[in-house]
């Protein structure tokens, strides 16, 4: 069964760092992965996907992130935090068809 | 280009009261898609229907939920007789094609008093 995990809650960085937020999955057959951005008693806006092709996949407002099949996983990263960047982030993998699977969240906080 | 809508924002029900959320897609998609965030958790799927029909609603519960997407008008999602724990936030997503990627609408906050 398809599964996907965001190993840490909350992830606090100051403004101008860098930031890596995690997940790993798990799927039978090729991964299709998505990130998503949840900011508060919002729905959820659609940052980057990987379908097939370069392992980097570059996304809205400054996001990346890189697929590594050999750890299963697809970090989602930016060179340099913005306080506005501070939400929710969901990693999501889709199953061979429409489902997507999503991950349980991960917190960011940039602090000024 | 209006993207999803839901409506209402917030809705307050009294136990075994009935709620109906409503989803408008994406102007030229017919895919819906219903999914269920519990509060501190990740959005579990429950159904996906395409007009007038139920493609996959092996997300939602057994009793008391329901869903449908007529020829004309929004995707309804139904709870009869709501309970506590059906309080949680209710997504709607819509695709132009099955496989295509899904975009959220933003939700309906569902509260159970």
């Known amino acids: 069964a398809q599964s996907v995990a965001q190993p840490e809650d909350q992830v606090n960085v100051a403004e101008g760092n860098p930031l890596t937020v995690k997940c790993t999955y798990s799927v039978s057959g090729n991964p299709y992965l998505f990130w998503y951005v949840q900011y508060p008693n919002r729905g959820l806006q659609f940052l980057l996907k990987?379908?097939?092709?370069?392992?980097l996949v570059k996304g809205s407002y400054g996001f990346e992130a890189e697929f590594n099949k050999s750890q299963t996983s697809f970090h989602l990263k930016k060179p340099s935090a913005l306080v506005s960047d501070s939400a929710l982030y969901f990693c999501a993998v889709r199953d061979s068809s429409y489902k997507l699977i999503f991950g349980s969240g991960t917190r960011l906080l940039v602090r000024p | 280009n209006a993207g999803v809508m839901q409506n209402p924002r917030h809705l307050v029900r009294r136990r075994g009261q009935e709620a109906r959320l409503r989803c408008s897609p994406m102007k030229g998609h017919s895919h819906v898609y219903w999914y269920r965030q519990l509060p501190e958790e990740g959005l579990k799927f429950m159904v996906y229907?395409?007009?007038?029909?139920?493609?996959?609603e092996s997300g939602m519960p057994k009793e008391r939920f329901s869903a449908e997407f007529p020829k004309e008008g929004p995707s309804i999602l139904r709870i009869q007789q709501v309970v506590r724990g059906d309080s949680a936030a209710y997504f709607c997503?819509?695709?132009?094609?099955?496989?295509?990627?899904?975009?959220f609408g933003p939700g309906t906050r569902l509260t159970v008093t």
């Open positions: 229907l395409q007009k007038e029909n139920i493609i996959d």
């Open positions: 997503a819509s695709s132009r094609e099955r496989a295509y990627e899904q975009y």
């Open positions: 990987y379908i097939t092709g370069d392992n």
